[in-house]
Nanobody, 121 residues
Framework: QVQLVESGGGEVQAGGSLRLSCAASGSIYSVNDMGWYRQAPGKQRELVAIITNGGSTNYADSVKGRFSISRDNAQNTVYLQMNNLEPEDAAVYYC???????????????WGKGTLVTVSS
């Protein structure tokens, strides 16, 4: 079984910074893309940033220049550095990874349970 556990959420004032972490653990054979999504109350879940196992990244337009995604392949961990946070960034942030389990032929999407980010103006 595979688990993703996020950490690093919390409350911050507008203009502040937070760093989220997400560690994948369990019977992992290989990890492909890792990414962060967010869902604000009353809104659909949206992609924030994604990083391939080769290090290529892609960001939502709303966070470009403020957020940075990175990963530690040895630790199966993905990070999201969030700077200059705005009230509109407040949401539950979810980690998603595409993982192949040991002794399994298929790649599957795994999600964390989310971490809350609150931004006060």
């Amino acid at each position: 079984q595979v688990q993703l556990v996020e950490s690093g959420g919390g409350e911050v004032q507008a203009g502040g910074s937070l760093r989220l972490s997400c560690a994948a653990s369990g019977s992992i054979y290989s990890v492909n893309d890792m990414g962060w999504y967010r869902q604000a109350p009353g809104k659909q879940r949206e992609l924030v940033a994604i990083i391939t196992n080769g290090g290529s990244t892609n960001y939502a337009d709303s966070v470009k220049g403020r957020f940075s995604i990175s990963r530690d392949n040895a630790q199966n961990t993905v990070y999201l550095q969030m700077n200059n946070l705005e009230p509109e960034d407040a949401a539950v942030y979810y980690c998603k990874s595409v993982i192949r389990e040991s002794r399994a032929p298929l790649w599957k999407d795994y999600w964390g349970k989310g971490t809350l980010v609150t931004v006060s103006s």
